[in-house]
């Protein structure tokens, strides 16, 4: 499945690996497992012809938010056309940002605007000492 920069997908880790990415593609820790939308952060020319991609999880549990756990109206999250689901207020959680197996993406089911984007892109910066 080809992925674009600022698209939503539906993306559910494996549970496990005998890859050499286990490592990074496999959800531990505090991480949550199961379907969860995320928000693809790479750029489009890192995105092409590659097996996998960079993103952020979005959470509905707003009161997460932060300084790099960004809060994204739900007006910020537009559907893909003829995709039903329904975007609540969420949280990207740019603490959270892994690398996602494409194999793994069930489906897109939309965009952030461009406004939303600069503000992940903001919080991806603090969590990295970006300057």
């Not at 009161?63 to 056309?81: D, F, M, Q, T």
Request: hydrophobic share 40%; with cysteine.
């Amino acid at each position: 499945m080809d992925v674009v920069y600022g698209g939503i997908y539906l993306y559910e880790p494996p549970k496990a690996s005998t890859s050499e990415q286990a490592a990074i593609l496999v959800a531990s820790g505090s991480e949550q497992s199961g379907m969860r939308p995320f928000l693809i952060v790479s750029r489009d020319l890192v995105n092409k012809n590659k097996p996998t991609a960079v993103g952020v999880p979005l959470s509905t549990k707003t009161n997460k938010a932060n300084s790099y756990r960004i809060y994204v109206p739900a007006g910020e999250l537009i559907n893909e056309v003829g995709v039903a689901y329904e975007f609540k207020d969420s949280v990207a959680l740019c603490d959270h940002i892994r690398v996602l197996d494409l194999s793994q993406i069930r489906r897109r089911i939309g965009r952030i605007s461009d406004n939303g984007i600069v503000s992940v892109g903001n919080g991806i910066a603090f969590v990295f000492d970006l300057r």
